[in-house]
Every structure is written in structure tokens, then in C-alpha cells.
């Protein structure tokens, strides 16, 4: 980096620098000024030379140094010389007046003294010379005198004079030059060869198509779980940053109130605590978060045991960090949690231990409306007195306790409370895994990493064997690659720059805005699932046959019939009918769509390594020998040996298949013969079409035609034509003896959005405060679900 020469206008040196060189800090000499200024003032101007000097790229450096070395003329003995002798004699003449006669304001003979320099830099250093970069005559050097000048920095020089005197270092750069060129056109003819438009587009079209609606209620609960769990976290080791900052400003105040008694310290403690309450405010909402999605989400993947302990130890390190006048509070509140907690888990012990258990249990329970139970035992009294610690905590120094004291034990309380609900959710196994898991990641660390290396390198190479994770090499580099490719010729992707300006964002403030438009888009979703919500009608098939059908088709026109049928959009029905026939209308197939694109031998590769391999087919040789009576059967024909030998591929990937069908079905009609007889007859123009999806194959390949079903749909789209088609919600066969056919009603798999709404709530209200007010949401929606279903039955019974 180099160092700088650093003096003072007070010494020898420092004067004859700032006397004779005009712009020292250009020649690497920094000059403070001691003469005219404080202490503080030059300590200033030092600190700030030394870091005008340290934003200086090498290149600056690199040019100062050799700047500093053309001043070797100046700082030559024979050159110094003059001054001394100059000074001798200007000291005699003042001594000796009549023996020595001298002009003090006479210059300097400075003869011979020259150093040269290009226009670009300050002016000369010498004072006999102008101070301006303007041509000079001193500066007219002939041919030797450039050939003196040693230049030491080949990269000052134009590109003509550095290939005659440098002439390697020329070529090096014209090299560097041309491989930079090349790289980059390079990258742009490869990138406009290969259609990544196309490749991203099909790549983004086969994830969406295979992610599931099944995939997103399963993975978003547990995204926004662990994220907002991580944000948690995060706030609270910046809360214990702040508890740090309490004690330095305490003691700032005290130091200012001794010298300053007139200070208002309770102002200034006021101030100081509502400018640190952001990380407090992100924490609650974390904490919002994590309290919704953790009973959504599934618990087999949340490990309960590990953060529970995790959790106790955010407790106790948030109560350590507290406030010294809410510790008397704190304490008290603490235990009472602690205790009301406690009994509450009592619960979970055997019943043997009924002595134990009765400290758990809830002896009264008064209901407060139509959701809310208001309980009355030994963890209910404990919690309520918890509300009055609180309240007392906030009411200190009327009421400046709610941000100095009952907003920071918020944390504690919520880390409290995640541990009691974690431990209620964990298991004894779970807990001595935590147990001595996290007793060997703190003594046996080594021996653990090594361990845990060995079974990680095990199962990589069971992976490669079982081909899964080959699987995912070659499924996340197809879906990588041109992604990479495209961000990197387009946008020049930097990783280091990408960390560098995460780093420098706020983490908690992106993770609350993505989980915050997440659960947005989510609750949309799910408002627009309750409003669409169903009726469920006690029309029948003859009557909505009379009323949508040819016969008032007869009586007025198809159009007036489709108006007058639009008024039953979105009743619920359930019918009986005969089964006619099923199609398949479309087949969808992602992984196939993309691999078709490939070239041959590695769609094929691809081909056998995601999907199956045709059957061997082996034909059946006809033996000579006697068979024993009877013969046995033989054995029964896969059908896609039928295809083999017309097969394109040795492989086939059609277990992605998903299937659309269409059902048709018609209304049995009841009609007598002439001998009295009743039989079913069947008009064609009253069929339905109902479409059913992939969950409905197991039932509808297995069909025959004639078969009675019973199905379930909701009226809706061309109410009132001919052959309406409907949306299948379930389907039952009556009369099917095939034992392959479901004898279960088989229902369209739709996820109850309303009761996973309900249940977070109530998981919500419970966190907070139960035991002592509990809410019983599931169980009124139960009940309505129940007298619906009732309703449904007897309706049913009556067809």
C-alpha cells in the first residue's frame, strides 16, 4: 500500500517542503498544520489525510510514488548545500554586518537544479520555477536529457511508446484484451444459438404443471414456518444488542447528570425507548406468523424436541437481558408461566399418576358466547394472575413501563410459550435425541463432525446406487442451466456482488414482506373458496328433467328454458343413474413434453431412467410332454405386449400420465308393458356429461355399461340444453359386484380451506391465552358440518 511521509509546518523538513514543493500531498508529503490550530483541528486534518490516502487505488499509488521519486534532484546534498551555505551567510551578514554584506531578499541561485515531470501532474516543486503547468523554458529537454529519465510504471505511457520500450508487457495486455473480447462475443453467439427463451419457457411450464395443489398446501405452511422461526430469531439477538445499548446509555446519563444536573434524564429514556422498538415490533410479527402456520403445517417435519429447546434457551437469555426495574415483575410473571405451564403438561402423564394430574385438570368450564369457554382450575388462576403482572408491569412510571418493561418480557413470554406448545407437541424419544444431540455438539464436536461426514458420504453413495440423486443432478441441471446461462450473459451475474447486496439489506424486513404477500395471496384464496361455497338443494334428476328438460323445451324455446335454469346455478345435487360410457378427453404428461425435445440418445437415456421398461413378453413354448389334468391356466398377457414391437422406445414414461374424462350417464325411466311389467326404459335426450379428473380413474376404468352409480355434483355452465356437462364431486357404484371397483363412495380430493382457517385461529387464541379462555371453533364447525350432513342423509333417503 505503501506509506506516506507525514510532518508538521514546526519542523526543518516540513517548512522546506511547504516553501519549495507546491502541492506536497502530489509528491506523497502531508504537511499538518501546527501553527494556527488546536489539537483537535490537526488531529482532524491528520485523520483525514490518512484516509484520503487510504481510498487511493494501487494505480494512484503507484503514480504518487513516482512522483515522490522525481523530488531526489530537490532533496540532493548538492543541492541542499546551497541552502546551508546561503543560510551561513545570511547568518554572518546579520552578525558581521561590515564584514559582510548581503541581500536577505535576493533568491536562490538555483542553477542545475531541474527534475521533469508531464503537464498532467501539479506544478514543479521548486520555487524559482513557475507555479502553473504552463510551458517553461526550463523544461525544454533535449534528446539526452529524455533518455536519462528512467520510466519504473510502463502503464503511464501510450500504447506506440509502450511497444518500443516494453515491448513483452504490450503484447501481455494485447492478449488480455483479445481474451476478454473473445469471451464475451463468445458468450453471446452460444446464448443466441441456443433458444433459452424456448428451453425456460417449457422448463417453467412442466414444474407448474407437476406442482400439485396437494404440493402447495404441504410445503407454503412449513416455508412460512421456518422462515418467520428464523426471523424470530434474528430479532432477538438484535434484542439483546439493545439491552447492550441500555447499559451504555445509562451510563452516558449518569456521566451527563454529573456534570449536567439540570439534564432530564426521564426525556431522554423516553426518546431512547421508543427509537429502539423496531426490532421488538418484528418480532410480534414474526411471532404472528409462526403461531398461524405451525398448526397447518405438517409436524412429522418440524423437529418440536430440538426447538424446544432452543426456545428455553431464548427464555432464559431474554429474561437475563431485561430491564433492572422490571426483573421484580419479570420474575414473579416468569414463574407464573412457568407454573401454569407445568401443570397444564400434567395432563400428558399417565393416568396412574392421577394425584399429579388433578393439578391440570379444569374444574369449571363457564362458556362466554358461542366460541369461547372461560375455565376455572389450578393453571386458569395461575394464567390470570400472569394478565395482572403485566398490567402491573406496564402501569410503572405511569405507564412508560409498556415500552420499557412489558414490551421486552414480550419476548421472553412468547419464547415461553413456543417451548410449552413444542413440548406438548414432542415425544420422550425426541426429547433424549435432543437431549443427547445436543450434549455431544458440545462436547464430542469433532468426533461428531467426523461421524456425521462418514454417514453422509454412506448415504450419497447409496443415493448414486438407487440412482435418485442422479435423478436430481440431471433434473436440476436441466432445469439450471439455461437459467444460469441467461441471468449470466444478460445481467453479467456477479455472486460476489449478489451477497454483497443481500448483506447489506435488511434480512427480517424481505422475510416479513414475501411471508406477508404470501399469507396475502393465501387468504385471498381462501375467501374465494368460502364464497364459493354451495347449496345443497333437494332438487331431483325427473324434476330438473321437467323443468330443464325436452318437455319444456316443447312447451316454449331452449333459450327461455336455459334463463329460467340459470336461476339453480350452484345447487349441490345428488343423483342416480345408469352408466353409459367414460373417454378420456386430454392427457397431460410433463416430464414426456420435455424430453421429447432432447436429442435422441439422451431422451432415451432420460427415458429409461424416469419411466419404466416395456415387459420381456416372453412367448409361451408349447411342451410335448403329457400335462396333468386339469391343464393349468395360463398365465395371463400383459397388453402392452401387444405394442412392443411397434414401440418407438425400449422405455416409457407413462406413469406421469394424469387424465381428464367424461362420463356419460342417463336417468333410469320406469315404464309398463302390456303385460303389466315394469321396465326401465331410457331417453337419450336427458343424459349428462359430468368431467371428472384423474382421482376418479381407479372407479370409472372398472365401469360397465348398464352399472347403477350413484354421484354427486353441482349444478352449473349450460343449465337447460342438451347434454349439460357438470363437474363430478363423488361417485359410487350400487350395483357393481367387481371387487377392483371402490365400495366406498370415491369424492374429489378438496382441501377444507375453511376448517384449516379455523383451526390456525383457534391455535392463535389459544397461544395467548389459554388456559384460562380457550375457543372451541372446530368443534361449532363440526356441528354444522354434522346437521349438514344430516340434512344430506335424510334428503337422500327420500329419492
Not at 447489506?504 to 399469507?519: C, E, G, N, Q, T
Request: glycine share 4%; charged share 20%.
Amino acid at each position: 500500500m505503501g506509506i506516506p511521509s507525514v510532518t508538521t509546518n514546526l519542523s526543518g523538513f516540513g517548512c522546506f517542503m511547504e516553501e519549495h514543493v507546491s502541492d506536497p500531498a502530489a509528491y506523497g508529503i502531508y504537511i499538518v498544520d501546527r501553527r494556527f490550530r488546536s489539537p483537535e483541528e490537526s488531529c482532524n486534518q491528520l485523520t483525514q489525510f490518512m484516509f484520503s490516502f487510504c481510498q487511493q487505488s494501487r494505480r494512484q499509488r503507484i503514480i504518487q510514488r513516482n512522483r515522490t521519486e522525481r523530488l531526489s534532484d530537490l532533496l540532493d546534498w548538492r543541492y541542499l548545500g546551497r541552502f546551508y551555505i546561503y543560510a551561513r551567510h545570511l547568518a554572518l551578514s546579520r552578525s558581521f554586518p561590515d564584514k559582510f554584506n548581503m541581500d536577505p531578499k535576493a533568491p536562490l541561485k538555483t542553477e542545475g537544479f531541474r527534475y521533469p515531470r508531464p503537464s498532467s501532474v501539479p506544478p514543479s516543486p521548486s520555487v524559482s520555477l513557475h507555479s502553473t503547468p504552463h510551458h517553461s523554458d526550463a523544461e525544454d529537454d533535449d534528446d539526452d536529457e529524455e533518455d536519462r529519465v528512467v520510466v519504473r510504471n510502463p502503464d503511464e505511457l501510450p500504447l506506440h511508446q509502450k511497444m518500443l520500450k516494453f515491448p513483452l508487457i504490450a503484447l501481455l495486455e494485447i492478449k488480455e484484451h483479445l481474451i476478454e473480447w473473445a469471451s464475451r462475443a463468445g458468450m453471446q453467439w452460444l446464448s443466441a444459438l441456443i433458444p433459452t427463451h424456448h428451453v425456460n419457457a417449457l422448463i417453467f411450464f412442466f414444474i407448474i404443471s407437476n406442482l400439485t395443489i396437494e404440493f402447495f398446501i404441504f410445503l407454503i405452511p412449513l416455508l412460512i414456518f421456518y422462515l418467520s422461526f428464523f426471523s424470530m430469531v434474528i430479532c432477538t439477538l438484535r434484542v439483546f444488542q439493545n439491552s447492550k445499548a441500555w447499559e451504555h446509555f445509562r451510563a452516558l446519563t449518569d456521566l451527563l447528570a454529573h456534570f449536567e444536573p439540570g439534564l432530564d434524564l426521564e426525556q431522554a429514556e423516553t426518546n431512547f425507548g421508543w427509537t429502539h422498538l423496531e426490532p421488538y415490533l418484528y418480532f410480534l410479527l414474526s411471532v404472528v406468523f409462526v403461531v398461524f402456520s405451525f398448526p397447518v403445517a405438517d409436524k412429522s417435519w418440524i423437529p418440536c424436541s430440538e426447538l424446544a429447546a432452543v426456545a428455553l434457551f431464548f427464555t432464559i437469555t431474554a429474561f437475563l437481558s431485561l430491564h433492572a426495574s422490571a426483573q421484580l415483575f419479570a420474575r414473579k410473571a416468569l414463574l407464573t408461566e412457568v407454573l401454569s405451564g407445568a401443570c397444564s403438561l400434567t395432563q400428558l402423564l399417565p393416568e396412574t399418576l392421577w394425584l399429579l394430574r388433578v393439578l391440570g385438570m379444569t374444574f369449571i368450564t363457564v362458556p362466554v358466547g358461542d366460541v369461547l369457554v372461560l375455565n376455572m382450575g389450578i393453571p386458569c388462576f395461575l394464567y390470570g394472575h400472569l394478565f395482572y403482572l403485566l398490567f402491573r408491569m406496564a402501569q410503572l412510571r405511569g405507564f412508560k413501563g409498556t415500552y420499557l418493561c412489558l414490551v421486552p418480557y414480550l419476548v421472553c413470554f412468547t419464547w415461553c410459550e413456543l417451548c410449552l406448545v413444542f413440548l406438548n407437541n414432542s415425544t420422550p424419544i425426541g426429547l433424549i435425541r435432543t437431549c443427547v444431540g445436543y450434549f455431544l455438539f458440545i462436547f464430542a464436536l469433532p468426533v461428531l463432525s467426523l461421524g456425521l461426514a462418514a454417514m453422509l458420504m454412506i448415504q450419497l453413495v447409496q443415493w448414486f446406487l438407487t440412482l435418485e440423486v442422479t435423478k436430481m443432478a440431471v433434473t436440476l441441471v436441466v432445469c439450471f442451466v439455461p437459467v444460469v446461462l441467461r441471468l449470466w450473459t444478460r445481467f453479467s451475474l456477479n455472486p460476489i456482488r449478489v451477497f454483497r447486496s443481500l448483506s447489506h439489506s435488511s434480512i427480517v424486513k424481505l422475510i416479513l414482506v414475501w411471508l406477508s404477500a404470501v399469507l396475502l395471496f393465501c387468504w385471498m384464496y381462501v375467501y374465494r373458496s368460502e364464497g364459493m361455497k354451495v347449496y345443497n338443494s333437494p332438487l331431483t334428476w325427473p324434476e330438473y328433467s321437467n323443468i330443464c328438460g325436452p318437455m319444456a323445451w316443447k312447451e316454449s324455446n331452449m333459450a327461455q328454458t336455459q334463463i329460467l335454469c340459470s336461476h339453480l346455478e350452484g345447487h349441490r345435487v345428488t343423483w342416480t343413474g345408469r352408466f353409459k360410457y367414460v373417454r378420456v378427453t386430454d392427457i397431460e404428461n410433463g416430464p414426456q413434453s420435455v424430453i421429447n425435445l432432447m436429442p435422441v440418445f439422451l431422451g432415451d437415456w432420460m427415458r429409461c431412467l424416469y419411466g419404466e421398461p416395456y415387459p420381456s413378453c416372453e412367448e409361451v413354448k408349447l411342451s410335448s410332454d403329457p400335462q396333468p389334468l386339469p391343464a393349468p391356466a395360463p398365465p395371463v398377457e400383459n397388453p402392452l405386449c401387444k405394442l412392443k414391437r411397434l414401440a418407438k422406445h425400449d422405455c416409457h414414461i407413462k406413469r406421469f400420465d394424469r387424465y381428464k374424462f367424461e362420463v356419460t350417464l342417463g336417468m333410469p325411466l320406469e315404464r309398463k308393458t302390456k303385460n303389466g311389467t315394469i321396465i326401465e326404459d331410457e331417453d337419450a335426450t336427458k343424459d349428462i356429461v359430468l368431467r371428472a379428473s384423474n382421482e376418479f380413474k381407479s372407479v370409472l376404468l372398472h365401469l360397465n355399461s348398464g352399472s347403477l352409480v350413484e354421484f354427486s355434483t353441482i349444478l352449473e355452465g349450460r343449465l337447460g340444453s342438451k347434454w349439460p356437462v357438470f363437474e363430478m364431486k363423488a361417485i359410487h357404484c350400487v350395483s357393481c359386484g367387481d371387487i377392483r371397483v371402490l365400495s366406498r363412495k370415491q369424492y374429489k380430493i378438496e382441501h377444507d380451506w375453511r376448517r384449516t382457517a379455523q383451526s390456525a385461529l383457534q391455535f392463535g387464541f389459544d397461544f395467548f391465552f389459554k388456559p384460562l379462555l380457550t375457543a372451541r371453533m372446530e368443534e361449532h364447525s363440526e356441528t354444522e358440518t354434522g346437521t349438514e350432513t344430516e340434512e344430506d342423509g335424510s334428503r337422500e333417503r327420500t329419492f
